[in-house]
């Protein structure tokens, strides 16, 4: 196509692009000696007429966009020809390479570099998402961001471009959804077709990642969907935990504008309660999370040098009482006396006391090797329940949801007979009106094993944070701190 015409005016220099149905073409307007940018879009076989409504969305709000880090909308035509039919978008050209051709090219970025992207990247956002309505790009990516030459301390001139996926609040509200956007820098929210101001900001932070650790977001996703890249890359806690922060699966958990993550960028004030913890490498605990129920499922403890021994000694005298019971049953179905049989049947009687307790203590023993224990909250209740073997043994008495009034984290450094000194006995508290469910990093007392109780979990500092992030999240509290030494 080079030096074919378009509109007997742009003159085609160059392919700058392709993908299914469109083209993009760097031409020269033979009326203003300028080069442009004119992206083009075919009627052919690939034709999709959602590609049509974007085409058209996107020229009609570059022309309500004014800024100098975005294309100019220049003009716009009608392809009607016997072999090429479709429409033409011309734009101003901006001679600047994009973030996805730095970094192939080798160059690499640091922090301060970063940062300065970041800040001219959330101004161009500020400006789009306060229009009335929003303007929401939907696709910002590195190949979508140009970067001109650096200059000085200054990484260079930071443009957003390729408003194809463009739409605005209004048009989000009132049509059908569609799911736009690139796998790796879209929003969790984006793939069920919805699009708000934040989800500009989850792809900003994912394409800043990119620039840091020189690998595809989608690359570094961990189990729960997030973004895992804090073991690969050297930056400051600050920005590692805005990174973070502007990547958070779930919306509230993200800055709610970008005016917000501007602010946090240029002032760091960072605090844990912006930020969800990720689950720590290596728990068992699983959670499970629906719209409206949330289970922490706790492992159990297994075999410890206590159990066994506990095993050792509760051998012997359990096989001694169940001798005694065994004997004195036959004795009493044997006997040929009347008095001897009340005599064996009230020793009968008075052994089984003692068989149940040993029972119990057994039973408390197993369930410490291999029991499960849950604490359920769904939008009625919350309550314990202990299972073993997959069968639920019991739950504690349930207490309406409605009474949670309080999630608190109380840190205390203790002085008590342990094998280190001092300690921190952290304590994660669920405080209802009635009762308070507790999450604990270890226990406040010794348990013996000749004392046979069911040893409670025992979480991490870093289990405890996370969960303490989850349940904040789900109950709509925030985490109140206590901590003394």
Known sequence: MTNQRLQERYEIQRQLGKNSGRKTLLAKDLETQELVVVKLLNFDIEFDWQDLKLFEREAQILQELSHPAIPNYLDSFKIDLPNSKGFGLVQTYIPAKSLEEHLQQGRTFSETEVKQIA????????????????VIHRDIKPSNILLGDRSGNHAGEVYLVDFGAVKTAAQQQGGTMTVVGTYGYMAQEQFGGR??????????????????????????????????????????????????????????????????????LE???????????????????????????????????????????SYFILFCPTLFIMWVVCGLSYGAITSTTSTAALSYIACLILSFPFLSVMLDI???????????????????????????????????????????????????????????????????????????????????KKIKFWQFKIQPPIFTLPEIDWLAQELSGFLDLPINRDSVS
């Open 119 to 134: 800040k001219a990247l959330l101004e161009v956002l500020t400006y789009l998402h306060s229009r009335q309505p929003a």
């Open 195 to 264: 699009a708000v101001p934040a989800s500009d900001l989850y792809s900003l932070g994912a394409t800043l990642i990119y620039l840091v650790t020189g690998s595809h977001p989608a690359d570094l996703l961990g189990d729960e969907m997030v973004i895992e890249f804090e073991d690969s890359v050297n930056l400051s806690n600050e920005f590692i935990n805005w990174l973070k922060w502007m990547t958070q699966t779930t919306l509230k958990k993200r800055p709610s504008s970008a005016e917000v993550a501007l602010e946090e």
């Open 267 to 309: 002032n760091p004030t960072f605090v844990e309660s912006k930020l969800v913890v990720n689950k720590p490498k290596g728990s068992k605990v699983q959670l499970r999370r629906e719209k409206d129920q949330l289970e922490i499922l706790i492992p159990p403890v297994g075999i410890t040098l206590s159990i066994v021994i």
């Open 362 to 444: 057994w039973r408390k023993i197993n369930f410490t090797m291999f029991g499960y224990t849950c604490l359920s909250i769904n939008q009625n209740k919350i309550q314990w329940r202990y299972e073993i073997f997959g069968l639920k043994c019991f739950k504690s008495r349930p207490i309406s949801r409605s009474n949670i009034y309080k999630l608190e984290i109380v840190d205390r450094t203790i002085d008590e007979n342990y094998e280190q000194q001092p300690k921190h006995l952290v304590k994660l508290i669920i405080s209802t009106a009635v009762d308070s469910y507790e999450l604990t990093n270890f226990l406040s």
